[in-house]
Nanobody
């Protein structure tokens, strides 16, 4: 079993910044991709940013140039630095991690979600 603990959400004015963190722990042999998704009220969950192991990062067009995803492999932690926030960034943000367990089986885990609210 793999657990994800998110932190860093909150309320911020438009133009402000927030940094989200997500730490993975538990039955982990290796981690492949780490990333962030978000879901606004009445909308489907969408990809925000993902950073695969050894590959290039991938961002939603709506956040390019404003958000930066990074990972600390030693800490099994992924971060999302969000700058120049807009009201349309308001959503619940979910961390997502994929990898292999110690028994070499695939796992995919989701964080509990953290609310980000951007006021105009």
């Amino acid at each position: 079993q793999v657990q994800l603990v998110e932190s860093g959400g909150g309320l911020v004015q438009a133009g402000g910044s927030l940094r989200l963190s997500c730490a993975a722990s538990g039955n982990i042999r290796s981690i492949n991709s780490m990333g962030w998704y978000r879901q606004a009220p009445g909308k489907q969950r969408e990809l925000v940013a993902v950073v695969p192991s050894g590959g290039s990062t991938n961002y939603a067009d709506s956040v390019k140039g404003r958000f930066t995803v990074s990972r600390d492999n030693a800490k099994n932690t992924v971060y999302l630095q969000m700058n120049s926030l807009k009201p349309e960034d308001t959503a619940v943000y979910y961390c997502n991690v994929e990898g292999r367990t110690r028994r070499d089986t695939f796992f995919e885990s989701w964080g509990q979600g953290t609310q980000v609210t951007v006021s105009s």
